[in-house]
């Protein structure tokens, strides 16, 4: 999965148009949130246009990577890395949140079957994807029962860090790690805002890597927006043959756009059309 410098420039260039779409698709539906999406789009980019298996053309295809995306509420860059990638027309971003769309405000699987989940609560992803893994490691095993080294696809779930506030969450990290769910892969957002302030006021999440290390998950951090150092986390993360991996991606909240960076205000509030406008002219000046 080496990445050459022009790819990682194409990468960037994408990643901007996400982020441009994610502008749009909220201005347009005037509500839904802001700095989740921005921050992950370097994330969702460097996935869906690199790193997983998957099909756009065969979106049920047996062996595709799955994607479990557990903080629903940052959907639209998933709404808008999925149009981006082929699964359906860009026009169809413009129906965010709007009744009758299959955009809703957090995915709903029964309305856009590309979903692997529906997801709402939060707490509740990483379980979810763990029964997918497990389901996967029973599949790969041997005649004799042993389960074997390779694995035909992996399991990705994207977190936000504050949802590490819900217990379930820590409960699904013990299953996974007591079942050594080498085919989960958890990428944590670790963008220290949640939607009443930052992460350590609310409910201090550090050490976290050293909480996951103490679960006997294997640990990489690294930063959310540098894609060769993504993309060597990930395949550090494929190689890990007796434990489940976790990333904890350090994100800035807002990323690309000043006024919204690293303010825990914009978690869940969309740009107005004059603040929309400013943000894509922002973000048409940057150059790859």
């Known amino acids: 999965m080496f990445l050459t410098d022009e790819k990682i420039k194409e990468l960037g260039i994408k990643a901007n148009?996400?982020?441009?779409?994610?502008?749009?698709?909220?201005?347009?539906?005037g509500s839904g949130h802001t700095a989740g999406p921005l921050g992950m789009a370097d994330i969702f980019t460097l996935f869906y246009f690199h790193i997983l298996k998957h099909d756009p053309k065969n979106p049920e295809w047996e062996k595709r990577d799955r994607v479990v995306l557990s903080n629903g509420?940052?959907?639209?860059?998933?709404?808008?890395?999925?149009?981006?990638?082929?699964?359906?027309?860009?026009?169809?971003?413009?129906?965010?949140?709007?009744?009758?769309?299959?955009?809703?405000?957090?995915?709903?699987?029964?309305l856009l079957p590309i979903l692997e989940t529906s997801s709402g609560p939060l707490g509740a992803g990483l379980?979810?994807?763990?029964?997918?893994?497990?389901?996967?490691?029973?599949?790969?095993?041997?005649?004799?029962g042993s389960t074997l080294l390779t694995t035909s696809r992996f399991i990705y779930c994207f977190m936000s860090d504050g949802e590490l506030d819900e217990g379930n969450s820590w409960e699904a990290i013990m299953f996974a790690s007591k079942n050594k769910l080498r085919n989960?892969?958890?990428?944590?957002?670790?963008?220290?805002?949640?939607?009443?302030?930052?992460?350590?006021s609310i409910m201090p999440l550090e050490p976290l890597a050293y909480k996951w290390r103490a679960f006997n998950w294997h640990v990489i951090e690294v930063s959310g927006h540098?894609?060769?150092?993504?993309?060597?986390?990930?395949?550090?993360?494929?190689?890990?043959?007796?434990?489940?991996?976790?990333?904890?991606?350090?994100?800035?909240?807002g990323k690309g756009v000043k006024e919204f960076e690293n303010d825990y205000r914009w978690h869940g509030k969309a740009p107005n059309k004059e603040e929309g406008k400013k943000a894509l002219e922002e973000l048409s000046a940057l150059r790859f």
């Not at 979810?128 to 490691?137: N, S």
């Open 73 to 110: 509420h940052i959907c639209p860059v998933l709404y808008a890395t999925l149009a981006h990638a082929g699964y359906f027309p860009l026009e169809e971003l413009k129906t965010l949140r709007k009744f009758g769309s299959r955009l809703q405000g957090h995915p709903w699987r029964e």
């Open 17 to 29: 148009d996400i982020r441009k779409s994610i502008i749009e698709m909220l201005v347009e539906a």
């Open 226 to 253: 540098d894609f060769k150092a993504l993309n060597e986390a990930v395949e550090e993360a494929q190689a890990v043959t007796d434990k489940p991996t976790v990333i904890i991606a350090h994100t800035i909240p």
């Open 127 to 144: 379980s979810q994807a763990v029964g997918m893994a497990l389901a996967g490691k029973m599949d790969n095993k041997d005649k004799d």
């Open 184 to 200: 989960l892969i958890a990428i944590v957002d670790r963008n220290k805002i949640q939607i009443d302030g930052p992460t350590e």
